[in-house]
């Protein structure tokens, strides 16, 4: 494909939100290290971060997680580890809805210019926590909170109250050749 560069500029954007909600889903790899680089941002600018983790377990750390925290990132991992390793799903389920009464209050609360729920998706289409409570969570949200979803299959709720969405689309995956998740690059 040959390609110019552009002659002229992009329409300019001339209004400013208070805060904006953001969503990235889809099948391709980049959710998750999305939000925690948009979380690398926040801080540099001093702001209050929340982060919640759904599904994924503590003994399952991610690389940022420490970093993170060491910088002022709030942070709370609830989830039970993957679903198809857990005997007793209820309990998964009860730990979801913790995690998500803790992300309300969160929210509600204003003390946070930043609110992270990864993995938000996977509790929300199991049934665990009401997409619709979440949705109305953001849309009443106090006006200065940002709030970052991830997850695959983001259900029309979570797509309506988003401003911005983005479908990371899996071309390739290393996965699909055999090769293990890597220290470093997906934890
Ligand atoms: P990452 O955390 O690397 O940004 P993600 O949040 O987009 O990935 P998840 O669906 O949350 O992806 O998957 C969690 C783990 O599965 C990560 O280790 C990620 O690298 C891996 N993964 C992501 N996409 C795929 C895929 N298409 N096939 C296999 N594994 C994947
Ligand atoms: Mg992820």
Redesign the pocket.
């Known amino acids: 494909m040959t390609a110019v560069p552009p002659t002229e500029a992009p329409p300019q954007a001339t209004r400013r939100a208070p805060s904006i909600v953001l969503l990235?889903t889809?099948?391709?790899?980049?959710?998750?290290?999305?939000?925690?680089g948009t979380v690398l941002r926040a801080l540099g600018r001093g702001w209050a971060v929340w982060v919640v983790q759904f599904v994924k377990s503590g003994k399952w750390n991610?690389g940022e997680v420490g970093l993170l925290t060491d910088l002022g990132a709030e942070w709370h991992t609830m989830g039970d580890g993957f679903s198809w390793e857990v005997d007793d799903l209820g309990r998964s389920a009860e730990i979801a809805r913790s995690g998500w009464a803790m992300a309300k209050e969160a929210i509600a609360s204003g003390r946070y210019q930043l609110v992270v729920l990864?993995?938000v998706t996977y509790p929300v289409n199991w049934g665990w926590i009401d997409g619709e409570d979440v949705a109305q969570a953001i849309s009443g949200r106090p006006a200065t909170v940002n709030v970052f979803l991830?997850?695959?299959d983001a259900p029309g709720t979570l797509v309506d109250v988003s401003d911005t969405v983005t479908e990371?689309h899996?071309l390739k995956?290393a996965?699909?050749a055999g090769i293990r998740?890597a220290k470093g690059?997906?934890?």
């Open positions: 990235a889809g099948d391709g790899k980049g959710k998750t290290t999305a939000a925690m991610s990864d993995e991830t997850g695959r990371m899996n995956h996965y699909e998740a690059i997906d934890f």
